[in-house]
C-alpha cells in the first residue's frame, strides 16, 4: 500500500482507526517505544506526518465495540449480560486499584501526542502547516488528561517524550496536584483556539471543540465535587466559555432527535467532536448487536447488554412537558407509556412498542422470551425495557457485527446548550438566556417551554431532568453524577425495573427492585477511581487516591 495516495477522508479515517491496537503498550514508560518510525520516514513529509496525527486520533476510546459501556456504571442502565465490571465490580463497589476500571492507559496517547508536537515544532515545515496541526495534537492531548483528571484527580503532566534508556528514573514523575491538572487543561484549550478552524473536516478539532473541552472542565471545576465553597466565579467562567461556542455560530441542533446518531447524518451540524467508524469493516461499530433488544421475533438480534433503568423511563416528562410527578401531568401508572415525550419514544423499547418491525412484549406469563427477567437467568431485559437511542435499525445482526458507521459523538451542541444554562443558573439565577437555552433544547422535541418564574433551585432541577434525559446513552451521565455529587445517592440503593402482570386479562404495572439491581458507593472513597496498582509498582513517586 502507498501511503502517499491514500488522501482521501475515509481513507484516512480507515488509517485513523486501523492504528487503534496496532500501538499498544502496557504503560506510558515504554523502554522501546514502538509508535516511534524512522525521522526520514514521517517528519521531512506533511503527508506521513498527517498519518501520525491520524494515530493520535485513534487513540480516542469509543464505547461501540464493547459488551458494558460506561452507561451501565451509571443510574441510567445495566447491563443485561452476566459478570461483566458494571454488574460485579463496580456496582458493589468491591474493585480495588489492582481491577478497577481506570483510564491510565491514556498516557500512551499522551506520549504519540508529545512526539508529534516535538517533532513538529522541530521541523521545517511551513507555518501555515504547523501551527493547526500542533494545535490539534494539543487537544487531543488536552482531551486524553481531562477523561484522567475527571477520573483520577490530579496527574502526572508529561509535555514530552520520555525514554528510560536515555533518562533513566528521571521519567518518573510525581502527581500533579488537581487544580495542576485542572489548569494545564483548560490552559491548553486557550492558547489553541486561534489556531484552529471554525469548520473543521469530520473527525477533526476545530475552535468549536476546543472551546467545549474548555467549557466542560471548567463546568466540572465549577460543580460540587470541586468547588465546595461554591464560588460563583467559577460557574460564571464556564457559562462564558460555553456561550463562546454559542457565539461562534459553527453548530446549531439538529432537526431530528432521533436520526442524528445514524450513520446518514455523520458529521451534522450539530457535532462538535465525534469518534468515527467504517461500517463493513474491522472498523466499524457493532453496538446494535451487542446493546440491542434480545428476541426480536422470535430471533437473537443482540445481547440485551445496555437495559435502562425504572430510574431514567421516570424523568421522561409527558407530552404538555411536565415531569410524571406533577398531579396536572396526566401521568397514569397503570398507563404508563401513554403520552409521553417524544424523545421517549425514540430512547426506550418498552411493552407494546415496535421494533424492527415485531412488537417487544416485557410481561410476565404469555410466552415472551422478553418477559422482565426476574431472577437473571438470561439474556432478557432485567429492567422491563431495552435500549432504543442511537441504535440503528438495519443493523440489528447479532454480535459485535462490525456494520455501522454511525460516529460516536463526544461532544454535540445541545450539551453546551445545557451546560451554559446550568452554569448561569448558578452563577446569576435563571435570567433569560437560561430560559432561552434550556428551551431550544426542549422546542426540538416538541415541548413546550419551561413555565416561568421559577426559582434558581427550581431551575436547577428542571436543568439536570434535561441534561440526563437529553444525553442519555452517551456515555455523559457518569460525569455528572460525580460532579455534581449526586452518585452517593443515586448509586446507593437499588435500581428498579417494571413487572408487566396480566391480571383478568388487564395488564397489571408493577414498579419492583431489578435483579441483582443494589449499588453501593462510598462517598469518601468512591468520587476518584483509583491509580492503577500497576502504575504505583513501576513509579515509586505516585499516592495512591484516598481510602484504596
Known amino acids: 500500500m502507498n501511503l502517499h495516495r491514500l488522501t482521501t477522508l475515509n481513507t484516512r479515517i480507515v488509517l485513523l482507526i486501523l492504528t487503534l491496537g496496532v500501538f499498544s503498550c502496557k504503560d506510558f514508560l515504554e523502554v522501546q517505544p514502538r509508535d516511534q518510525i524512522s525521522d526520514t520516514a514521517v517528519w521531512t513529509d506533511t503527508g506521513t506526518a498527517d498519518l501520525f496525527l491520524n494515530n493520535v486520533y485513534s487513540g480516542i476510546a469509543g464505547p461501540f465495540n464493547g459488551f458494558d459501556p460506561w452507561e451501565n456504571f451509571t443510574d441510567n442502565a445495566m447491563n443485561g449480560v452476566n459478570g461483566l465490571p458494571s454488574r460485579v465490580l463496580y456496582s458493589p463497589s468491591v474493585y480495588t486499584a489492582s481491577n478497577a476500571p481506570n483510564w491510565w492507559g491514556q498516557y500512551a496517547n499522551i506520549r504519540r501526542a508529545n512526539l508529534f508536537i516535538e517533532k513538529v515544532t522541530a ?75 471554525l469548520k473543521a473536516e469530520a473527525g477533526r478539532v476545530s ?11 471548567e463546568l466540572f471545576w465549577a460543580s460540587p465535587l470541586k468547588n465546595t465553597t461554591n464560588d460563583k466565579a467559577r460557574w460564571a467562567l464556564a457559562a462564558a466559555t460555553n456561550k463562546k461556542v454559542i457565539d461562534l455560530g459553527s453548530h446549531s441542533l439538529f432537526s431530528n432527535y432521533e436520526t442524528q446518531f445514524y450513520e446518514d447524518n455523520n458529521n451534522n451540524v450539530e457535532v462538535i467532536f465525534a469518534k468515527q467508524y ?98 437473571n437467568t438470561n439474556e432478557a431485559t432485567n429492567t422491563g425495557y431495552y435500549l432504543r437511542k442511537t441504535l440503528n435499525p438495519k443493523y440489528t445482526v447479532n454480535g459485535n457485527n462490525l456494520l455501522n458507521s454511525g460516529s460516536f459523538i463526544i461532544y454535540r451542541y445541545a450539551e453546551v446548550l445545557l451546560s451554559y444554562a446550568e452554569a448561569q443558573n448558578e452563577a446569576v439565577g435563571p435570567d433569560a438566556s437560561v430560559y432561552a437555552a434550556v428551551n431550544q433544547v426542549r422546542t426540538r422535541s416538541e415541548l413546550p417551554g419551561l413555565k416561568t418564574g421559577l426559582t434558581q433551585a427550581e431551575m436547577r432541577v428542571a436543568i439536570q431532568r434535561e441534561r440526563r434525559v437529553e444525553l442519555a446513552f452517551e456515555e455523559r ?67 495512591q487516591n484516598p481510602n484504596y
Not at 475552535?207 to 472542565?217: P, V
Not at 413487572?499 to 397489571?508: C, N, Q, S
Request: aromatic share 10%; hydrophobic share 35%.
Open 123 to 197: 521541523s521545517t515545515f511551513p507555518d501555515t502547516w504547523k501551527k493547526p496541526k500542533i494545535a490539534e495534537a494539543r487537544f487531543l492531548r488536552a482531551y486524553f488528561y481531562q477523561l484522567l483528571w475527571t477520573a483520577h484527580g490530579g496527574v502526572p503532566i508529561i509535555t514530552n517524550t520520555l525514554n528510560q534508556n536515555a533518562q533513566g528514573d528521571a521519567i518518573f514523575r510525581a502527581r500533579n496536584t488537581d487544580e495542576e491538572t485542572y489548569k494545564f487543561i483548560v490552559d491548553e484549550c486557550a492558547a489553541i483556539v486561534d489556531d484552529l478552524p
Open 207 to 217: 475552535k468549536a471543540s476546543a472551546l467545549t473541552l474548555k467549557g466542560f472542565c
Open 278 to 375: 467504517l461500517g463493513g469493516t474491522a472498523l466499524g461499530s457493532g453496538k446494535e448487536g451487542l446493546w440491542g433488544p434480545w428476541m426480536v421475533g422470535g430471533v437473537q438480534k443482540a445481547y440485551g447488554g445496555v437495559d435502562p433503568t425504572q430510574e431514567l423511563v421516570d424523568e421522561y416528562s409527558m407530552a404538555n412537558g411536565l415531569p410524571i410527578t406533577d398531579p396536572a401531568s396526566g401521568y397514569d401508572p397503570q398507563n404508563p407509556y401513554a403520552n409521553r415525550e417524544k424523545r421517549f419514544y425514540q430512547s426506550i423499547v418498552y411493552d407494546g412498542s415496535i421494533w424492527v418491525g415485531a412488537e417487544m412484549v416485557m410481561k410476565q406469563g404469555v410466552g415472551s422470551r422478553n418477559a422482565t427477567d426476574l431472577s
Open 477 to 543: 451521565r457518569w460525569f455528572d453524577l460525580i460532579r455534581l455529587k449526586l452518585a452517593e445517592k443515586n448509586l446507593n440503593g437499588t435500581l428498579h425495573a417494571m413487572k408487566i402482570e396480566l391480571v383478568g386479562g388487564k395488564p397489571v404495572y408493577t414498579v419492583i427492585p431489578a435483579p441483582e439491581g443494589a449499588k453501593t458507593f462510598y462517598a469518601n472513597k468512591n468520587y476518584l477511581l483509583p491509580i492503577p496498582q500497576s502504575a504505583m509498582n513501576q513509579n515509586t513517586k505516585l499516592t
